[in-house]
């Protein structure tokens, strides 16, 4: 059918003006990745109507009244006017439908030469009178890497020979613009991958790049040498790394950028950016020669372009599927046929069999005078605060189920939180009311309620038979606690002070037992490796199986130590999440909700290639 139905044409500003009149305003469609102002500027410039003839105002609060008189002022003088990022003032918005029907339509009082620009992320409380009205522009970021970096060469300021050929070390300065697009390509297109590629989805855009690509020329006409520190600084700290808050997000982006801003770029000609071959920075040549080159490479890129292993293909696809399927569960009806059962009888069997599974709450007097506070064993003050943790949730779980069941029969009022409850378990979901006091959790309500009775039968175990050989560390409300009992311990034995430590780590043989406790630190279980497995011949992270998404990892020991300056060559920072979803919120403890520590892991290959295959550890899948 032809390259026009699978390469998305250009942004095409002019044509989108040609169609607009003066009661026509021209609404830019906002999405993540995409910054039309530069290019609205641009054309601005070639319609003589930049500088005072050119009223920009981001909307918010107060800015309203501000925005009503530059429309009034302009719509007499015939200028333009730029209201930016419309769902911000919500409050305002009928004043603006106001306008855009009376004022703007007057033809007796409104100039020809005025145009309304402006520009909202998609939002229920946009006009609909003016979205119809007006000429609707989106400027999505391409999808896939070719489009990437077709995009970049074709829109400024890379397409402007000014610019392209401006420099006084052509030969320097084009190789290492193509690789800058290339990193910007990769960084952009990683989100698709999900946690596997960045923690957080940030919104790099054009404006990152632009300001990139200037600051290299600067750079390299400024400098015998290409000043790779400053480079690197500029790009990967501040244009690119001010997005980025995750502390493991900015060790992965510098990651990245090593591998296309270094001076084997420059020298050599065969430097790849894979270790397929298929992408390299093309040799020195004319404009259209990059942009050919660029046509030429493959739509559907392999995962090893971007640092990952090829299993990251199936992990993306089983996100997007759960997209979809979450999507379908929106639409299904409420209500069954006479045939089947009716959603509320299957709630109540649910609720029921939840209840009849759920053991009663701990008793904490009893546990205190089995497990008394002690000065050499915080691990009973650990096992008191994980009790009470856990009560609370059983709590809670048991009363909103209970009123549920109430509530289907009639005998008390079905409350917002009840309702939210009923619609949860209707599709398989925890309810809100359970997370908002529950353990970090990403699995669907069967999953969950067996994962939460294995965790209390893990306590019970530990109160019935003593504090167990090896510790379930998936299994705790709040690991960090865990891990501070280990230290603590270690520190009153050896009389060394808390902040002086470190922990060291010790990858056993064994799976799940060991015959008896560990006499320094605490053994662990229940840790799964993405991105990468554990190999237990060589005893180093190796590359993961083929379609094995997840391996499970050994019996760990963790070790408290006097911190001390160690090598960390040919070892792996790898950081444990709570959950595969990696993000998570600082707590008011000063804890990640998600992160929990780094553990050192043997490697034969360098550090650089985990980071960017998003190697971690998990203490919990989704299933």
Avoid at 162 to 190: D, M, W, Y
Avoid at 265 to 273: C, I, M, P
Avoid at 341 to 361: G, N, R
Avoid at 468 to 475: E, Y
């Amino acid at each position: 059918m032809g390259h026009q139905y699978i390469e998305p044409p250009t942004f095409d500003l002019p044509l989108s003006y040609r169609e607009s009149t003066y009661f026509t305003p021209l609404i830019f469609v906002l999405s993540s990745g995409a910054d039309p102002m530069a290019v609205l500027f641009k054309f601005a410039e070639e319609k003589n109507m930049a500088g005072k003839k050119m009223q920009t105002i981001s909307l918010g609060q107060g800015q309203g009244p501000v925005a009503e008189r530059l429309i009034m002022e302009a719509v007499k003088e015939g200028t333009w006017v730029l209201l930016q990022n419309c769902h911000l003032a919500a409050s305002w918005l009928p004043q603006l439908e106001m306008l855009c029907e009376t004022v703007i339509m007057d033809q007796t009082n409104t100039n020809p030469a005025f145009r309304l620009w402006l520009t909202s992320y998609p939002s229920p409380s946009f006009p609909v009178s003016v979205l119809q009205n007006g000429i609707k522009m989106t400027n999505e970021p391409p999808k896939g890497l070719r489009a990437n970096l077709l995009r970049s060469y074709l829109n400024d300021p890379i397409k402007d020979p000014t610019f392209f050929k401006g420099s006084n070390k052509p030969q320097h300065f084009q190789k290492l613009l193509f690789s800058l697009c290339f990193f910007h390509a990769i960084v952009q297109e990683r989100r698709k991958f999900g946690p596997l590629g960045w923690n957080l989805p940030y919104e790099f855009n054009e404006s990152d790049l632009r300001i990139s690509a200037r600051q290299l020329q600067i750079f390299i006409d400024n400098y015998k040498d290409p000043p790779w520190d400053a480079l690197t600084y500029l790009t990967g700290e501040c244009n690119y790394g001010g997005r980025v808050t995750d502390e493991r997000d900015r060790r992965l982006i510098n990651s990245l950028l090593s591998i296309f801003y270094c001076q084997s770029v420059v020298d050599d000609d065969n430097y790849k950016f894979s270790s397929s071959g298929n992408y390299f920075a093309p040799p020195f040549g004319s404009y259209e020669s990059y942009v050919e080159y660029i046509r030429r490479l493959p739509m559907i890129p392999h995962p090893e372009v971007y640092g990952l292993h090829e299993n990251a293909d199936i992990a993306k696809d089983q996100q997007e599927t759960q997209q979809m399927f979450d999507g379908i569960l929106l639409t299904l009806p409420r209500q069954t046929s006479s045939a089947g059962k009716s959603s509320q009888q299957i709630i109540d069997e649910l609720a029921h069999d939840i209840i009849s599974k759920l053991p009663e709450e701990f008793n904490l007097d009893e546990v205190q005078k089995i497990y008394p506070v002690h000065y050499e064993d915080s691990m009973n003050t650990v096992l008191v605060q994980e009790l009470i943790r856990f009560n609370w949730l059983i709590q809670v779980v048991r009363s909103s189920l209970l009123d549920l069941k109430r509530a289907i029969k009639g005998l008390v009022v079905l409350s917002v939180e009840l309702e939210d409850v009923f619609n949860s378990m209707l599709v398989g979901k925890v309810p809100g009311m359970w997370m908002a006091k529950s353990y970090p959790s990403l699995k669907p309500l069967g999953g969950y309620v067996a994962d939460l009775i294995n965790r209390l039968a893990f306590f019970k175990m530990w109160i019935t038979d003593g504090t167990p050989n090896v510790f379930w560390i998936s299994g705790f409300y709040f690991t960090q606690s865990f891990l501070t009992g280990v230290m603590q311990n270690y520190a009153r034995r050896c009389k060394i002070p808390i902040d002086q430590l470190r922990f060291d780590f010790d990858i056993t043989n064994t799976e799940q037992l060991v015959s008896r406790k560990a006499d320094n630190g605490a053994y662990v279980r229940g840790l799964y490796m993405e991105g990468a497995r554990w190999c237990r011949e060589t005893r180093v992270i190796a590359e993961s199986s083929a379609k094995v998404l997840y391996d499970p990892m050994p019996i760990i020991l963790i070790k408290p130590s006097e911190c001390s300056h160690t090598n960390e060559d040919g070892v792996y920072l790898c950081p444990v999440y709570k959950t595969s979803a990696r993000r998570g919120i600082l707590s008011t403890t000063g804890h990640s909700t998600n992160y929990v520590l780094d553990v050192h892991l043997p490697s034969e290959q360098p550090k650089r290639h985990w980071i960017n295959r998003g190697v971690a550890l998990l203490c919990q899948l989704n299933d």
